[in-house]
C-alpha cells in the first residue's frame, strides 16, 4: 500500500515562495509518475504540474516560469517548488502518484496566498 504525506503549505504573501513536499511510502516510487493537482473551494482539482519516472516534466500554463516540479528517487520524495506566488494560486494542493491504472493521493496541503 502507498501512502503520500504533503507538508510545506501555509500562508504566503503575493509574489512570495513556498516549496511542497511529497514523502512515498513503498517501492514503487521511482517508477511511477509523480504529480501536483489542486483544488480551490468550488472549483474541480487541476492538474499544477507531473513528473515522469524520466524526469520528463508538464506544467499548466499558468504556473509555468513559476513552479518547478522536482524529484528525489533516493527519498521518494516529489517537491513542488513555487515562486511569484498569486491569489488565484490559493488552494488545497494534492500529491499524486501514478502507476499503471492506478492512482495514489495524499491528504492535501493548504496553500493560501494574501496579503
Known amino acids: 500500500q502507498v501512502q503520500l504525506v504533503e507538508s510545506g503549505g501555509g500562508l504566503v504573501q503575493p509574489g512570495g515562495s513556498l516549496r511542497l513536499s511529497c514523502a512515498a511510502s513503498?517501492?514503487?516510487?521511482?517508477?511511477?509518475?509523480m504529480g501536483w493537482y489542486r483544488q480551490a473551494p468550488e472549483k474541480q482539482r487541476e492538474l499544477v504540474a507531473t513528473?515522469?519516472?524520466?524526469?520528463?516534466?508538464k506544467y499548466a500554463d499558468s504556473v509555468k516560469g513559476r513552479f518547478t516540479i522536482s524529484r528525489d528517487n533516493a527519498k521518494n520524495t516529489v517537491y513542488l517548488q513555487m515562486n511569484s506566488l498569486k491569489p488565484e494560486d490559493t488552494a488545497v494542493y494534492y500529491c499524486?502518484?501514478?502507476?499503471?491504472?492506478?492512482?495514489?493521493w495524499g491528504q492535501g496541503t493548504q496553500v493560501t496566498v494574501s496579503s
Open positions: 499524486n502518484l501514478h502507476l499503471s491504472a492506478s492512482d495514489y
Open positions: 513503498g517501492n514503487i516510487f521511482r517508477i511511477s509518475r
Open positions: 513528473i515522469t519516472s524520466g524526469r520528463t516534466t
